[in-house]
């Protein structure tokens, strides 16, 4: 502890020693100093807020929603600082004074791109941030410039919104009425070359589905005749076994039998083709088939000569031969379908690209036309869109907070840089003596002057001064103080300098 307080009181007397030197490099740094805090520009700053309302709800009815209007704005906010629009704030204001060539103007637009910021604080809300610190100009053109800077934003912010968002709905119908025109130019080559297709080849109109719709037809019927024709099979076998059980004659007269049935099939027969069936109907053919059935039964009713013919037995057998008709009658029908369906398969077999093309004519005309209709709904879409935007804007702007104008600087805080100045002036000076003292070395304790050279010191004898030497130091002491209280007092003269510069400026 004594160690450390002997150091100490060392440095003391080294310094003070060398007073005049530590004053002299205080000065000496404190001017160069304060010489710099003087170059730094001041700073102004202006702040504006902008309230921005979202909601509508015909914009909203319309496809307008909230999130496009978000999207927009967040647009907006991000190319508000673009290059072109800061140089439009840079043309518009006293920055563009001095421009002379592009080259200055990419480096104004570059600087100017620094000292804007557009932060959205809330969903709605958002803060301009513009300042100005031009060496060139003055104090109080800089806060001017600031506020003007933050209202040519403010200005730039509402027609990128309202004159930039109707102008992009001119050029996306524009886009799309182009687009429209085109597709229907195709369109209409595509279907006049369908139709000529169509012309030549019938069979494949609309791009061979009419062939196809046919097969497709033909074997849906098929499948249908050929469930009819299991069930009429069954009841033909059904009946032929009651027939195989039922006796052909009992004893006593029994009215009617086969020969009258005969003659029934027979007038029905005539009727048929009275009324104009031809003989390949399937009733005709049925009634045919009827008769033919009958004609036998009728001749052994004929040539019996013992007993009566079992009316039920009669009976049976004209259920018989009506179900075996319908059974040929629906054979006939099915064999018929199998040729149509056989004829239509080899004809798409025997011309396999014909059909292919006409698939192919058919799908683009369907692709083709897909588009116009979408392309011309979206159009409506789009022209619906852009009069609600004319008529009625969804987006209507506040300015909450108008541009402020700056009273004093932001930046530099020059009243804190001053005093630091000194301070660092002082301890600079301080720092200078001690390391003076150290190269030049003098013991200021016996102490220490025993330590260095190993022999035992018997004690110290105290400095005399005459009179005249007393006068002498007590006159460089008041130069000393005077000089240090002169330093202090270039400080106030300086801190009252930057607060009158202030005072103009408000």
């Known amino acids: 502890m004594d160690s450390l307080y002997e150091q100490v009181l060392s440095a003391l007397h080294s310094v003070w020693h060398r007073r005049w030197i530590a004053l002299a490099a205080a000065w000496a740094i404190c001017i160069a100093g304060w010489l710099v805090v003087a170059l730094i520009p001041n700073t102004y700053e202006s702040r504006a807020r902008i309230f921005i309302q979202l909601d509508d709800a015909l914009a909203e009815q319309v496809g307008i929603g909230v999130a496009d209007k978000k999207r927009d704005i967040e647009r907006i906010r991000q190319t508000l600082t673009a290059a072109v629009n800061l140089e ?74 309202l004159s930039g968002s109707r102008g ?15 597709r229907e130019r195709e369109l209409e080559s595509a279907e006049s070359k369908r139709t000529a297709f169509e012309a030549r080849h019938p069979e494949l109109a609309l791009g061979g589905a009419a062939m196809v719709q046919r097969l497709e037809a033909s074997r849906t019927s098929v499948r249908d005749i050929e469930a009819d024709l299991s069930a009429a099979q069954s009841a033909l076998a059904a009946i032929d076994g009651q027939l195989a059980g039922t006796p052909r004659t009992i004893a006593g007269v029994a009215d009617g039998g ?108 369907d692709v083709l036309r897909q588009q116009y209709d979408k392309l011309l709904q979206d159009r409506e879409e789009l022209r619906l869109r852009g009069e609600v935007k004319t008529e009625r804007e969804a987006v209507k702007f506040e300015v909450v907070d108008p541009p402020t104008t700056p009273r004093s600087p932001v930046a530099p805080n020059r009243p804190l840089l001053l005093l630091g100045v000194l301070i660092v002036g002082l301890a600079g000076g301080c720092a200078a003596a001690f390391a003076l003292s150290r190269v030049r070395s003098v013991f200021a304790t016996t102490a220490g002057l025993e330590r260095a050279t190993g022999l035992p010191v018997l004690g110290a004898i105290s400095q005399s001064l005459t009179d005249g030497a007393r006068a002498l130091r007590r006159k460089r002491l008041k130069y000393f103080y005077a000089s240090c209280a002169a330093l202090g007092g270039l400080l106030v003269v300086l801190l009252a300098a930057e607060f009158i510069q202030r005072g103009m400026v408000a």
Not at 104 to 132: H, P, R, W, Y
Not at 278 to 285: A, S
């Open 168 to 182: 992009d709905m001119v050029e996306t119908l524009a886009f799309v009425n182009q687009q429209l025109e085109n």
């Open 258 to 365: 086969p020969q009258s049935a005969l003659a029934r099939a027979q007038a029905e027969l005539s009727a048929m083709r009275g009324r104009g069936l031809t003989e390949n109907h399937p009733d005709v053919i049925a009634a045919r088939n009827q008769v033919a059935a009958l004609k036998g039964p009728a001749a052994q009713e004929a040539a019996s000569g013992g007993g009566t013919l079992n009316p039920a037995y009669s009976s049976l057998q004209s259920i018989r031969a009506e179900r075996q008709a319908n059974v040929q009658a629906l054979q006939s029908r099915k064999a018929a379908l199998q040729s149509d369906i056989a004829s239509l398969t080899a004809s798409s077999i025997q011309d396999p690209e014909l059909a292919t093309e006409a698939t192919r004519i058919n799908r683009d005309y």
């Open 88 to 161: 439009k704030v840079v043309r518009s204001t006293r920055l563009g004074d001095t421009i002379e060539n592009p080259k200055q103007m990419e480096a104004a637009v570059l600087k100017l791109g620094n000292n804007v910021k557009v932060v959205s604080q809330e969903d709605n809300l958002f803060e301009i941030t513009a300042t100005a610190n031009d060496s060139s100009f003055s104090n109080a053109e800089n806060a001017k410039l600031a506020q003007s800077v933050a209202q040519k934003m403010i200005d730039i912010f509402r027609e990128e919104n």
